[in-house]
Structures are given as C-alpha cells and as structure tokens.
T-cell receptor, first 114, second 113 residues
Framework: DSGVTQTPKHLITATGQRVTLRCSPR?????VYWYQQSLDQGLQFLIQ???????AKGNILERFSAQQFPDLHSELNLSSLELGDSALYFC?????????????FGPGTRLTVT | AQTVTQSQPEMSVQEAETVTLSCTYD???????LFWYKQPPSRQMILVIR??????QNATENRFSVNFQKAAKSFSLKISDSQLGDTAMYFC??????????FGTGTSLTVIP
C-alpha cells in the first residue's frame, strides 16, 4: 500500500459524458501527478500540481482538466468523453523536497467509456 | 525532448536466474533522475529502484541493481535470483529538473518456474 488513494476504482460511462476522478496523496506529500495508461499508448504523463498550483503539463487534452485543493487532494475532470478515453488513470504523489523525487502511485481508476 | 526507450517488449527468465532489462534515454540535461517501476498483474505501480545522475555509484536494492552509463545514456536493470513474484511489466522512467516524468513503453518480464 503506497498511501495514495484513488476513487472510484472503476467507472463506466457513456460517450459525451463528464466524470471526475479523485486522488488523495500520501501524508506529507505536496505534489500530485496524473497519468493515463491505455493499452496502445503506455503510460502518459498528464499534469502535475504542487501545493495547489499547476507545475508541469504533459499530454493532457483540452477536454481534461485538473485541480489540487487546499487539503492537497486532487481531482481530474474528463469531459465530452470518447471511446478512446477508456484507460487506467493513475495518480501519484511525491514530497518535492530535497532530493526525494520518487513518486508513489495509487491503485488507479479504470475508466470504461461505452 | 526527453525520451525513454525500452527495446525489449517481452523477456523471460528461469526462476533463480539473472536477467537484465535495458533502457536508454535522451536528454540535454546534466542533472536528472532515473527510475525503474514494476507493474504486476494487479496494475499497481511500484518503485523498484532509483538513480541520481550526479552519483557515479550504481544503485542497489536487494536483488535489484542498475548499470548506469551516463555517457551512453543507458540505465539497465539487473534482477538476480529471479522469483515468480518478479513477473510484471517493468517501466524505466526519467525525470529532469523541470518536474516532468517520461516513461518508457515497458518490458513484460515472465519468470518461468
């Protein structure tokens, strides 16, 4: 158990809909990362937040957005869903202090778009 | 652009034997970090080992060790005394000081009893 929690575990929804994925980082971690893992594209970095502010952006679509709240939990919002958005979405956290740069991953949310 | 390449999509090894997974990366940075993550069938991502680029000594964690060749931009993972529980997808990852993480496409390792 990494200490990172993600809800829900599974999500099934229809095309065109909007969903919100939630992540709680490990205690003491200020930084949250979101990743998408699909069968054909491997693990893709989407976005990072540090202490409430966006720090780095990867291959995140405009239909997707994220935020980190004052209590440091984060939400990833996916809208106008398409079949190709079906994937495993991981959240990870890290301390972002000193030289401790490893990320600890949550169990993931499996999104199925039908 | 930073990229990470894992040229071995699949590998297998006999139980108790040693296997090496390869990873190369491309960067213009001098300071960065390299990681190996393991993803078992449960799909959980687990950190196996990490290496700071400024350290010449290769990192070791029990049966896992790396061969870090900075000039060649190579970062291979050696698993000694392979165990059935090592069966998983292994991802090499690179992180530069700008905070973005880059992952390779993974190597699926099967340990054969």
């Amino acid at each position: 158990d990494s200490g990172v929690t993600q809800t829900p575990k599974h999500l099934i929804t229809a095309t065109g809909q909007r969903v919100t994925l939630r992540c709680s980082p490990r205690s003491g971690d200020l930084s949250v990362y979101w990743y998408q893992q699909s069968l054909d594209q491997g693990l893709q970095f989407l976005i990072q937040y540090y202490n409430g502010e966006e720090r780095a952006k990867g291959n995140i679509l405009e239909r997707f957005s994220a935020q980190q709240f004052p209590d440091l939990h984060s939400e990833l919002n996916l809208s106008s869903l398409e079949l190709g958005d079906s994937a495993l979405y991981f959240c990870a956290s890290s301390k972002e202090t000193g030289w401790t740069y490893e990320q600890y991953f949550g169990p993931g949310t499996r999104l199925t778009v039908t | 652009a930073q990229t990470v390449t894992q040229s071995q999509p699949e590998m297998s090894v006999q139980e108790a034997e040693t296997v090496t997974l390869s990873c190369t990366y491309d960067t213009s940075e001098n300071n960065y970090y390299l990681f190996w993550y393991k993803q078992p069938p449960s799909r959980q991502m687990i950190l196996v080992i990490r290496q700071e680029a400024y350290k010449q000594q290769n990192a070791t964690e029990n049966r896992f060790s790396v061969n870090f060749q900075k000039a060649a931009k190579s970062f291979s993972l050696k698993i000694s005394d392979s165990q059935l529980g090592d069966t998983a997808m292994y991802f090499c990852a690179f992180r530069e000081t700008g905070n973005q993480f880059y992952f390779g496409t993974g190597t699926s390792l099967t340990v054969i009893p």
